[in-house]
C-alpha cells in the first residue's frame, strides 16, 4: 500500500466522524435546565422522591460529610497514641517498684 491511498482516506474518514458527530448533537439537542425543578409540589414530583434532600436514611448531604469529616480527624489523631503503643511510648517505664504517679494528666 502507497502512502497515496492512505493518505486519500483521511479526508472521508473526517467527513465521516464531522458528520455522525452533527447528527449526534442535533439528535440529543439542549434542554433547558428547570432551575425550579426540586421546589415542585405536583403529585408526580413528590412520588418520584419522597425526600430529596436526604442522602442516606437520616442525613443530608452536608450532616453526612460533617460526620465523614469528624471520623477522619479522629481517625487521623488516635494514629498518633497508636504509634505510642507501637514504639512503647505511651506509658512510663516501671523502673521504681513503687507506683508511679501520671502527671500528663491521661489515666
Known amino acids: 500500500m502507497s502512502m497515496k491511498t492512505d493518505r486519500s482516506k483521511f479526508p ?4 465521516t466522524t464531522l458528520l455522525c458527530s452533527g447528527v449526534t ?3 440529543v ?4 435546565s428547570d432551575p425550579g425543578r426540586k421546589y415542585r409540589t405536583d403529585l ?3 412520588s418520584a422522591d ?3 434532600e436526604l442522602v442516606n436514611i437520616s442525613q443530608t448531604r452536608d ?3 460533617m460526620d465523614w469529616a ?4 479522629q481517625d487521623l489523631r488516635n494514629a498518633w497514641t497508636d504509634l505510642g503503643r507501637l514504639w512503647l511510648t505511651n506509658k512510663p517505664r516501671p523502673t521504681s517498684p513503687y507506683p508511679i504517679m501520671s ?4 489515666p
Open 103 to 106: 502527671t500528663n494528666g491521661n
Open 12 to 15: 472521508a474518514l473526517a467527513c
Open 50 to 52: 419522597l425526600s430529596p
Open 25 to 27: 448533537i442535533l439528535a
Open 63 to 65: 450532616e453526612s460529610r
Open 70 to 73: 469528624v471520623n477522619r480527624d
Open 29 to 32: 439537542g439542549c434542554a433547558p
Open 44 to 46: 408526580d414530583s413528590l
